[in-house]
């Protein structure tokens, strides 16, 4: 044991982030994915990792066919993040209907890759996850299957930072907000980020502006 | 002869079409909404015929075999076996019998309806069908419980579903809800297994409206549908699971699942739901910690004639419940 553990290993749990809620928030609950592999919920998704995780359930037509289909792109986009250090969940609310065999078919038809998993369980476990990480506060929305939230949820367990996208978003921003829950970067490489930025901006600013001289005609003045 | 042809207009047979296939989806639609409800046929039943009940019971067991029982004296006595099978045990549509001494002369009964604790069986005897209703007979009496006392609006007051069961010697009582407490100097609430001395405060119906009663007694079917929304509760209130945040929701949520679960079958009571939109008459009116007394209210108001009074639940307490409800 070194120096530092020595220090601290009575005020934090090695076995988690110090900052984290750890199972006691997230739960344990053991998870079926859609490969049919059991998996538990804080210790095996959660722990120390970047995970954005969504609720679905197969049968619904109104909006995940929509929300499936943008996360599929936003994992194009994260290209080999994912899996290795941002993770990918769909969990379902209606566990009835959805088992491993139902979830796979589903990931498939979707075209999800490796690094995003489609996970079942028991109603209860489902449910207790489902009001800890995406409720309305609201038991009309809440225990309405159509009205469970078209969000994803960012949760970046290192740091115990946590964020929240619409999954109708578009998938630029959707990976734009994994940046969101990331730890912060050294002021240097901020303000390189800040400037690449800026040059997008005006570069976009002065091609929707329209050439100096359309304007003057426009206006009447001498060109 | 060519035959004569009767053209049909496009819109005459899309509407015939339509009438066809409505019932059909209207059932489809019907049964959706509702929740699945399995019928089990383990146990004992008293048949009922042209409004004459029979003195002999019948038993199906678990492993295959329907036994006559017959009344000798006090005590009830195997008479005949058989063996039963139903066409699809969920759901059936037919029974068939046929006794162990001779396999081969088997009796079909036709299922015409069934729920939590009753079924009928149709016997064509030419040129009438004869129905039989058959009851459960079940050795224990079930009671469900609400009560809630009206407290302040800022704080409320303890809230909670009781649920006994009794075989005539011995009751077991659970109960589950909102209750306040002292923590410290602070007062705060739970939402737990309610304690023994708070338990005993609702024992007699309340003589003013400082509080509020439910008494009702149920068959098996919804008892064991409210018991085990009530332990799922009771296992979120010990794995510090409960959905929210706020006491007085997790409450409202948890009264409004067990009410509803009484009639997931059948109707046994008249129901006011809790549908926590702007029109709701309780929501929308009252603060969330008296909600409790208030819907209870209701449902009193609704089922006055269901709710067992404090003589009549001393009474059945201790009977035994041999004769079929």
């Not at chain 1, 980020?193 to 976009?204: G, L």
């Not at chain 1, 002065?206 to 050439?211: C, D, I, K, T, W």
């Not at chain 2, 708070?198 to 068959?219: C, G, H, N």
Request: proline share 7%.
């Amino acid at each position: 044991m070194n120096r530092r553990d020595l220090l601290t290993c009575h005020v934090t749990d090695k076995s988690r982030p110090a900052a984290s809620m750890g199972p006691e928030f997230y739960t344990n609950a053991v998870l079926r994915t859609h490969e049919n592999k059991p998996v538990k919920f804080y210790d095996d998704l959660i722990r120390g990792k970047i995970s954005l995780i969504n609720f679905i359930y197969t049968g619904c037509t109104k909006s995940c066919p929509r929300s499936t289909g943008n996360l599929v792109k936003a994992q194009k986009l994260l290209g080999d993040r994912v899996g290795r250090d941002v993770f990918m969940y769909s969990i379902t609310i209606k566990p009835e209907e959805d088992d491993p065999e139902v979830l796979r078919s589903y990931a498939r038809s979707h075209g999800a890759r490796p690094g995003w998993l489609f996970l079942t369980g028991s109603d209860y476990d489902l449910t207790t996850i489902r009001f800890k990480l995406a409720r309305w506060d609201h038991p009309k929305l809440d225990f309405d299957p159509d009205q469970h939230t078209g969000m994803v949820r960012y949760i970046n367990d290192s740091l115990n930072l946590w964020t929240m996208c619409p999954t109708y978003a578009t998938p630029r921003q959707l990976v734009e907000c994994v940046s969101w829950i990331e730890p912060t970067k050294p002021f240097a490489a901020r303000l390189r980020e800040n400037y690449v930025k800026q040059a997008e901006i005006d570069r976009e600013t002065r091609q929707a502006e329209p050439p100096r001289s359309v304007f003057r005609r426009a206006h009447g003045w001498p060109a | 002869m060519v035959p004569r042809r009767f053209p049909v207009k496009r819109s005459t047979f899309l509407f015939s079409v339509a009438m066809i296939l409505l019932p059909a989806y209207a059932a489809v639609v019907a049964q959706e909404g509702q929740k699945a409800c399995e019928f089990n046929i383990v146990g004992t039943w008293q048949s009922t015929s042209n409004g004459h009940t029979n003195p002999t019971l019948l038993r199906f067991e678990r492993n295959g075999t329907a036994t006559v029982l017959s009344r000798k004296g006090t005590e009830w006595q195997a008479t005949d076996t058989s063996t039963f099978k139903l066409d699809n045990p969920k759901a059936p549509k037919a029974i068939h019998l046929a006794p162990k001494n001779n396999p081969q002369q088997v009796t079909s009964l036709e299922i015409t309806q069934h729920d939590d604790g009753a079924f009928t069986t149709a016997v064509t005897v030419t040129p009438d069908v004869e129905l039989t209703r058959w009851v459960r007979v079940d050795p224990y009496r079930y009671f469900v419980v609400f009560v809630s006392g009206k407290g302040t609006p800022g704080y409320g007051a303890p809230a909670f579903a009781m649920l006994v069961k009794t075989d005539g010697t011995q009751a077991q009582t659970e109960a589950f809800g909102l209750y306040p407490y002292k923590d410290g100097k602070v007062d705060t609430v739970a939402v737990a297994p309610i304690p023994e001395e708070i338990r005993k405060q609702f024992d007699k119906e309340p003589q003013d409206d400082s509080a509020i009663m439910l008494r009702l007694e149920v068959t098996a079917g919804p008892f064991n549908r409210a018991m085990k929304i009530l332990k799922t509760w009771e296992r979120r209130a010990r794995e510090n699971t409960l959905l929210y945040n706020i006491p007085y929701l997790d409450n409202a949520v948890y009264l409004n699942q067990l009410t509803s679960s009484l009639n997931d079958c059948a109707e046994t009571i008249k129901l006011q739901k809790l549908t926590w939109r702007i029109d709701d008459p309780i929501i929308s009116k009252q603060n969330l910690p008296q909600v409790p007394y208030f819907f209870i209210k209701e449902l009193r108001t609704l089922n006055s004639d269901l709710h067992v009074t404090d003589d009549k639940f001393h009474e059945r307490l201790q009977a035994n419940n041999l004769s079929p409800r």
